[in-house]
């Protein structure tokens, strides 16, 4: 530190050299300010200059090849339509002065030819390769069936009869192939120009003609594989630049600096997108300037700037010098007394009394004037100091106390919200426990086809009622999630008209104790399927018909529903009750708020509005509510949905409301392993799932689990979290440890609601968690998704289709050969057995893809195409087999789809779909189809 001190002190420099030096630097920063800002603003004139110097060249470039190329594609064409070739009875003689005269008139042309649909080369310029079989070539099965432009490739065979090229370089060409067809359409072969790769060169020598060879402007041509084909410094041929390709491809102007071979170049990016009827090769094309090239001048520039601007710094620099000696000797004394004040000398007179009176009376005196005002601020200074010392002092006593009363607030604050969550956890974990079985037994019963109507309906209303409790328990937890921001939107699918009912069914015994209506007002034009949260639709609902109906004495409840615009659905809650005041109204949403009739019935929490308020937010509406006192309330909220004919999982949804009865047929036994405390909920998912197939087993706690799942070797575990003994956290940390290799599916089945605790559950080493009291449905869903399994439901319309087809008359043809294109497998396995059951064996494609790949092998009659599909949908697959095979060889397609209206009729019968079969597939519909195709055959 003193070592540090002392060279600094050292090295300091007085006020006259600091001075002369504030000059010389000044006017040397400015001078390289204005060096690169002239430099700069060249640079950049420079570099537009050179852009467009490139885009035109790189322009020009693809704008020659593919003119060129063009020009090759249509003589080619054109000799390809001449009846010398059209007609197979001409001399061959003939033929080839023909093509020779073409390559007169375009020396390029290496070789032409044509060959015939056996791969036979007829005639040849020059005779070459005559006889010889072109069959291998890359060109000839392309070329059948439609023009065929070639990449640049290496014509080892032809360079083998004609003179070596002078600079030694392999033969490389070009393709242009042409199928030849006679009066008839039918191929007769293929009229194939090889065109030398060397007449780039021509073109490269044209472009650069005009420009400077001390530019070094340069020429890279690649393939769509960023292979270079031609590089005009003739350097980089063969190599592969796709990362620049790819660098620049995302550049939104095309033209960047950019490494190269350890310089850095301006480029210039284009593609070669073909010219006119000529499709193009793909070809990328890059021209480049070396960066240290393109700046030269505007280097220079810069460079002289910052030169003259060194040497005015040295000239100011002087001149500084001199005028700092003049003033800076009156003001050493001054500097030197400064000091001593900073050293802590307050008593230091600047000027005595007789001074001050002198400089009364001459103050032009400038010099003594600043010596005079610094002994003034000295003295105001040692005040102010000794002032903000004391108030110093009693702001860190003040911030101190302060901070210990925060600090004490916060520990407070968050052992509270602490305390708060772990309550809402376990009351939670208590409720749903008995809850899980009251409802899960209750589904289970309603699955009884021996229940009496009275039984059913009692049992119906248990459900609902336990839902609802269940709902309550949810709305506390709601709320907790909403304040800490957690509330999510759960999109599901689901039948209007059911929910509704429920909620009819579960209030209708409350209303009728009181005697009021209770009445559901439905626009029939709301659609029955819908896609929106049920969950929170529902909880909305319910907060408002039951305090409808709790603050209602007599008249009546009534729910409106109709559709709004943009897919809205708008509800209404009309009731005839105490009603509330406008006070209370603009209080309604306020949490844990309740109206005067409210505290009167001494009924409810005052959170199910709030909750309401945000759910119907969260779900992309609004909700108002009008009021008069003793006239009656109503509630109007709306919501946004989405009907269920834009979604894209019908079959989803219909699965959704049957009852499952049992596993598809040949799906293996899979064990699953109960583990839970409670006896009722083993039993309950026991007698669950033993009746589908299931073959389960069951633990009461975490540690009986561990030796079940080592001597038992399950497929799936569902795991109970809170358990005595060993816990479910350890217990799957377990099992994971000593499965190392198979390693069963964990699910775990838990009362706690929270997602910080469903985060733990999974990082515990669970695959998913299932909230208790589960939904059947929701359980036999996860099942299914880590089992990959297949239902039986109750009611299949499969089964009932095919049983409708067995009693059906088979009088069509059976010989048919039929193919079906179609990608969902219940769709497929419905037509398949309809098919089948008329007598017909079938092929099977899942898409567009393997039906060409089918009809490579074997020929069908009729082809059963969904539109729809991944891959290849149904609409490519026609266009491509109607482009390939003859008429002759053409199947009957038949068009599959959910789209029945004139449009789509009529599209599909544009491209080649001779008949149109809707869905849901109908038997009269395919038998009318299968007897027409019968009769045409």
Avoid at 699 to 719: D, F, K, S, T
Wanted: proline share 4%; with cysteine.
């Amino acid at each position: 530190m003193y070592l540090s001190k002392k060279l600094k002190n050292r090295i300091s420099l007085t006020l006259k050299e600091q001075l002369g030096l504030c000059f010389g630097v000044t006017i040397c920063t400015l001078a390289i300010i204005l060096s690169w800002v002239v430099g700069e603003r060249a640079k950049n004139e420079v570099m537009e200059s050179d852009w467009l110097m490139l885009e035109q060249l790189s322009d020009s470039l693809v704008y020659s090849f593919d003119r060129g190329m063009f020009e090759r594609y249509i003589e080619i064409d054109n000799i390809a339509s001449l009846d010398e070739f059209r007609d197979s009875s001409l001399d061959l003689n003939y033929r080839r002065s023909v093509l020779e005269r073409l390559q007169d008139n375009y020396p390029n042309y290496v070789w032409i030819a044509f060959a015939g649909v056996d791969g036979q080369v007829q005639v040849a310029t020059e005779g070459l390769l005559e006889g010889e079989s072109v069959l291998d070539r890359p060109w000839f099965d392309k070329a059948l069936l439609s023009p065929y432009v070639g990449s640049v490739r290496e014509a080892n065979i032809l360079a083998q009869v004609l003179p070596p090229l002078p600079d030694g370089k392999p033969l490389n060409v070009l393709d242009v192939a042409y199928p030849v067809y006679d009066e008839d359409g039918e191929v007769l072969g293929i009229l194939i120009a090889y065109v030398n790769w060397n007449w780039i060169q021509e073109v490269k020598e044209a472009l650069l003609a005009n420009i400077p060879e001390d530019q070094e402007v340069e020429f890279l041509i690649t393939n769509g594989n960023g292979l270079i084909l031609f590089d005009s410094g003739g350097q980089e041929e063969g190599k592969n630049i796709n990362y620049l390709l790819n660098d620049l491809q995302q550049s939104p102007t095309g033209s960047e600096i950019r490494p190269f071979n350890g310089e850095d170049y301006l480029m210039v990016y284009t593609q070669d997108q073909g010219f006119l009827s000529y499709p193009g090769l793909d070809f990328h094309i890059i021209v480049k300037q070396p960066e240290m090239i393109a700046f030269q001048a505007a280097n220079e520039l810069r460079n002289g700037v910052l030169g003259w601007g060194f040497g005015a710094a040295v000239v100011f620099s002087a001149v500084g010098w001199a005028i700092a000696h003049y003033f800076t000797k009156p003001l050493l004394k001054i500097a030197d007394q400064a000091n001593q004040i900073e050293q802590g000398d307050r008593t230091l007179a600047i000027f005595k009394e007789k001074q001050y009176q002198t400089l009364e009376k001459n103050p032009r005196n400038e010099i003594k004037l600043l010596s005079s005002s610094l002994a003034k601020v000295l003295k105001t200074l040692i005040n102010q100091e000794n002032n903000l010392k004391k108030i110093n002092q009693e702001l860190e006593n003040k911030i101190q106390a302060r901070t210990e009363e925060l600090k004490s607030a916060k520990e407070i604050a968050e052992s509270a919200n602490r305390a708060k969550s772990i309550f809402l956890s376990n009351m939670s974990h208590e409720l749903r426990t008995p809850l899980n079985a009251i409802l899960g037994f209750s589904q289970l019963m309603q699955d009884d086809p021996h229940l009496t109507p009275e039984y059913r309906e009692d049992l119906n209303i248990i459900v609902h009622s336990g839902e609802h409790l269940l709902s309550l328990i949810n709305e506390v937890l709601e709320l907790s999630k909403i304040e800490a921001g957690q509330i999510t939107f759960n999109k599901t699918a689901f039948k209007l008209e059911d929910l509704l009912y429920s909620l009819k069914s579960m209030l209708q015994i409350k209303a009728t104790e009181k005697n009021i209506q209770l009445i559901f007002d439905i626009d029939p034009h709301i659609p029955n399927l819908i896609i929106t949260d049920e969950r929170k639709l529902r909880q909305i609902l319910l907060n408002l018909i039951s305090n409808s109906l709790k603050f209602t004495q007599e008249g009546s409840v009534s729910i409106a529903a109709r559709q709004g615009e943009d897919n809205k659905l708008i509800f209404s809650v009309i009731d005839t009750g105490f009603g509330m005041t406008q006070e209370e109204l603009e209080k309604l949403f306020t949490p844990f708020f309740q109206s005067e009739s409210g505290i009167k019935s001494k009924e409810g929490t005052g959170l199910g509005l709030t909750i309401s308020r945000q759910f119907v937010n969260l779900m992309g509406g609004s909700i108002q509510a009008e009021s008069e006192k003793y006239k009656g309330t109503k509630f109007t909220f709306s919501i946004k949905f989405t009907p269920l004919e834009d979604a894209t999982d019908d079959n989803q949804i219909n699965s959704n409301q049957k009852r499952i009865i049992g596993l598809a047929h040949g799906t293996p036994e899979y064990r699953i392993l109960i583990v839970d405390d409670q006896k009722e909920n083993r039993v309950l998912l026991h007698k669950l799932l033993e009746p589908l197939g299931f073959k389960t087993n069951q633990a009461n706690n975490g540690q009986m689990a561990v030796e079940i799942a080592q001597q038992w070797q399950p497929h799936l575990i569902l795991m109970d979290i809170g358990m005595p003994v060993m816990d479910g956290y350890q217990a799957t940390k377990l099992i994971r440890q000593n499965h190392s290799h198979i390693k069963p599916i964990i699910i775990a089945v838990t009362a706690h609601a929270f997602m910080e605790e469903k985060t733990v559950i999974l990082e515990s080493g669970c695959d998913d968690v299932i909230s208790k009291p589960f939904v059947t449905r929701f359980l036999l869903d996860k099942l299914r998704h880590f089992l990959h399994l297949e239902y039986i439901y109750q009611d299949d319309p499969l089964k009932d289709t095919v049983d409708n087809t067995m009693s059906s008359s088979l009088a069509t043809n059976r010989n048919l050969t039929i193919l079906v294109a179609e990608d969902n497998r219940v769709n497929q396995k419905l037509i398949v057995n309809l098919l089948g059951k008329l007598g017909y064996e079938i092929d099977v494609a899942n898409n567009g893809v393997e039906v060409l790949e089918k009809l490579t092998a074997q020929k069908y009659d009729v082809i059963f195409m969904d539109v729809e599909m991944p891959e290849m949908d149904g609409v490519t697959a026609t266009k491509k087999i109607r482009e390939i095979y003859p008429p002759s060889q053409q199947p009957i397609i038949v068009a599959m789809t959910a789209h029945d209206d004139n449009d789509s009729r009529e599209m599909f019968e544009n491209i080649g779909m001779k008949y149109y079969l809707p869905k849901p597939i109908k038997l009269p519909e395919l038998k009318s189809i299968l007897m027409s195709v019968s009769e045409k055959q």
